[in-house]
Structure formats: C-alpha cells, structure tokens
C-alpha cells in the first residue's frame, strides 16, 4: 500500500495549489485470493486487488463535491481533487455534511497485523479435502454445490485538512461449505456452515465440515408440519438476519429520510422484552478484522441499541448525530451521500428469566436453522415479515426436519415475545448471538 504519510503529504501540496483549504480522503485496499471446487476438481480461482479512495471537497460558500478515484499518485489525487471542487458548486445546501468531530481523536492501538497470504495450491488442497470428507459423511450427500474457501489483507485510511490521519491493516480467512443430498422419492435436502480466523492455518475447516455434514444429515427424515401457531427458537443466524432486515430500526440517517420504523423521541421507550439486550460492538474480541475507525475517521465503539428491551441509541454519521443532538457513533460510509449501517452485533440476555427452557425437555417447537428470501419476504418500513425457512419440529429433544414451510409476524411483536434468551453465544457473520425464543408465530406448512 502506497504510504499513508506521502498520500496526506501529496494531498496537502495538492489541495494548496489548487487553492482549497477542506478536504478530506477515505480509501482502502482490498488484496484477496478465492478458490471453489467441484466434484474433485478446482472450478474457479479469483485473485483481485481492489482499491479506492473517496476523495471529498468544500468550497468558499461550504457546499461539498465529492468524487471516486483508484489513483492515489500526485497526479491522481490532483485530478481527483480538482474534480470534487468543481463538484462541489452542485452540491446540497441544506444539511451539508461535515468532518466528523472525533476524527482527531486518539484511537488505542489494538495490535492488528496482516499474516503472510498461503498459496494458492495449498487453498485448493483444503477445499479438496473438505469435499471429500463431506461425500464420505453420508451415502446421501451426493455433492457440496456451494463452497469457498477464501484469504484477504485490508488496509483502510482516513485523513483530513484539519491533521486527522488514521490507518489499519488485518487479514482474515473464511471458509463456507453448502452441501446436497439426493435419495430416491424424496427431495433434495440441504446443509452449510462457515468460519471465519485471521489465517488460514487457524481456521476451523474440520468444524465447519462436522457441522455441515450434522446439519445435511439432519434433514433427511423430514415430515409435513401442520400450519397453526407455535413456540419458536431461533439460531443465532437467524435472528441476526432477521435483525439485518429490520436494521432500519437503529438508523438514524433512515430516521431522517422517515424510512424507519422508529422515530427521535422513540428512545428510551421499550420496544422488546426487557430480557434482552442488543449492542453494536465493531470492536468485540469476536469480530475478526474489526474497524477501528468508520469512513468519516470517527472511532468505532459499544453501542448499546436494546438495554434490557429499551431503546437506548440510535446508529449515527457527524451529519445524523448533530442534527439528533447526539455523538457520531462510527457507523458511517461515505460517498455521494454518507450512509449509516451497523458493524457487528452482539446480541445477550439482559436478565435471568423467571422460566428456563430447554430442546431437551420442550415439546413440539419450531427451530428455524436459516431464513431465507429476505429480500422477498420482509416488508422493512410495516415491520412484517413472511420466510421461508429450514428448521427442525424438536420434541423433548427429538429433531424431525421440516419439509417446507414458511415463518410470518411482525418484527416489533416478535420482540416483545421473547421469552428466553439462552445463554452460549454463536459467532455468525453478522455477530455473535444465542439461541432466542419467542412465544408465539404462525407457521404455514405445506
């Protein structure tokens, strides 16, 4: 990566020529290598370098242009800069963003470092491996259709015209395993799993291959389930995506475009049972390759979102924060417009409940594994949802696979019916989170 220091020192000398005293850059690098397999042999092998730089400008009458560049020599970023100015003449005038006011603030150095990149040969031999073991699993699995096994190095800058100069760099690896069963008269039946490490050597493929190969088996004896109502219990997986979908919730700049289904004076109102308590934490020891800053130089932070089912914050950018009195909490992207998104859930029981439940010992409740067609199915600004899933029909303990069927509620219901938190969190890719239960959906079978 070109050096951060020559790409302010250029930016600086630039900017001065040009005769414009604010600006600021956001950029990154992304160097990855990705392999998937089929039936035995290699089936696609990507390497990619991607980068850009978000370059931002502020005229005399403080309107802003804003533009994108992958050229971070002094004659890229003269052009580039150059090109924001004249932008910024079109800009908006109401509600103008800014530079964050935390972006000069010192961040602790959390020690992360880039781990030398395996080759190429060695990703495809892992994932070769893991095919392999996973037909061996079961006569029934009869191919891994969806897989990958993936290794990245990041690197993420963020400077300014008023000194702020921040910079980090990490790697991680992922692996993703999907397989397929086939028997005869009866339906294809389906199971993944994934991890995620900073290397490749620590990676857990031997874990992600038990898992997927349980959850496959898992689904083979499947059976019809009545439509009716139910108790539910959802993985971690699941109720993060489901969260995900509803994420507007906690968004403040979608507070202020009125695409939310809460409102300013919605904080410190409860919203779910007080036996939960849901946090945006980029900075959790489980988040691999956590940011420490957000694209406006703000440090991320624990952000508490549900305090024992109460609203507590909202998720800002500088711009949302100062227009709701509040703190930038370091969730903003910037671009054209600064977007506003969450970084990493943890999600945990608030309280002990005054009932503990168990799969062992509970009868004939539904877990829903994985929800599907989110971008169908959920009607984010009425808070109502209809998926489709894949699940179990679990009796004292007792998993029967359900053939098809799909799960419908409202998001805002749905919380106030929690009735237990478990206690083991599960890392997912959206966060870490337990099993949560709620007391009541309908569910429509076949």
């Not at 690896?173 to 008269?185: G, H, R, W």
């Not at 898992?211 to 699941?238: D, M």
């Not at 959920?378 to 949802?385: E, I, M, N």
């Not at 007792?398 to 938190?421: C, N, P, Q």
Request: hydrophobic share 35%; net charge negative.
């Amino acid at each position: 990566m070109t050096n951060i220091q020559e790409i302010s020192t250029y930016a600086q000398e630039n900017a001065e020529k040009l005769g414009i005293k604010k600006f600021d850059i956001y950029g990154s690098i992304v160097d990855s290598t990705s392999v998937q397999v089929d039936e035995g042999e290699p089936k696609q092998v990507k390497a990619s370098s991607r980068s850009g730089v978000t370059v931002r400008v502020w005229n005399e009458e403080n309107t802003m242009g804003v533009t994108s560049t992958t050229d971070v020599d002094p004659l890229g970023l003269e052009l580039a800069l150059k090109t924001a100015y004249e932008a910024s003449f079109f800009g908006v005038k109401e509600n103008v963003p800014d530079f964050s006011p935390e972006a000069t603030i010192p961040i602790p150095d959390r020690h992360q470092k880039k781990v030398p990149q395996a080759p190429v040969s060695e990703l495809i031999e892992k994932l070769l491996v893991a095919e392999k073991e996973l037909l061996a699993a079961h006569t029934a699995i009869k191919g891994v259709p969806y897989n990958g096994l993936s290794q990245s190095d990041i690197d993420r800058f963020y400077l300014n015209s008023d000194g702020a100069l921040r910079t980090e760099s990490h790697s991680a690896a992922s692996v993703y395993l999907y397989s397929k069963t086939e028997e005869e008269n009866k339906k294809p039946r389906s199971g993944g799993a994934y991890r995620v490490k900073e290397s490749l050597a620590d990676l857990d493929i031997a874990g992600c291959i038990k898992e997927t190969a349980e959850k496959t088996i898992s689904h083979l004896n499947y059976e019809k389930i009545k439509t009716g109502k139910y108790r539910v219990v959802f993985s971690p997986e699941a109720f993060l995506s489901l969260l995900g979908a509803f994420s507007n919730l906690f968004n403040a700049q979608s507070i202020l475009d009125n695409q939310s289904l809460s409102k300013p004076e919605d904080i410190g109102k409860q919203i779910a049972s007080p036996l939960i308590s849901v946090y945006d934490d980029a900075l959790h020891p489980a988040n691999i390759g956590a940011e420490t800053f957000d694209g406006e130089g703000t440090p991320t932070r624990q952000v508490s979102l549900i305090e024992k089912g109460i609203l507590t914050n909202f998720l800002h950018s500088a711009g949302t924060a100062k227009r709701l009195n509040a703190r930038p909490t370091g969730n903003a992207s910037i671009g054209a417009k600064v977007s506003v998104s969450p970084n990493f859930y943890h999600v945990f029981a608030a309280e002990e409940a005054e009932e503990k439940f168990s799969l062992e010992t509970a009868e004939n409740v539904i877990l829903i594994d994985e929800l599907q067609a989110l971008h169908a199915g959920v009607k984010s600004l009425q808070g109502s949802f209809s998926l489709p899933f894949d699940g179990w029909l679990v009796n004292k303990g007792e998993k029967t696979s359900i053939e098809s069927a799909t799960v419908a509620g409202d998001f805002l219901e749905l919380l106030k019916s929690i009735v237990y938190v478990e206690k083991e969190v599960e890392l997912t890719p959206g966060g870490v989170c337990p099993r949560i239960w709620v007391n009541e959906l309908s569910i429509t079978g076949d």
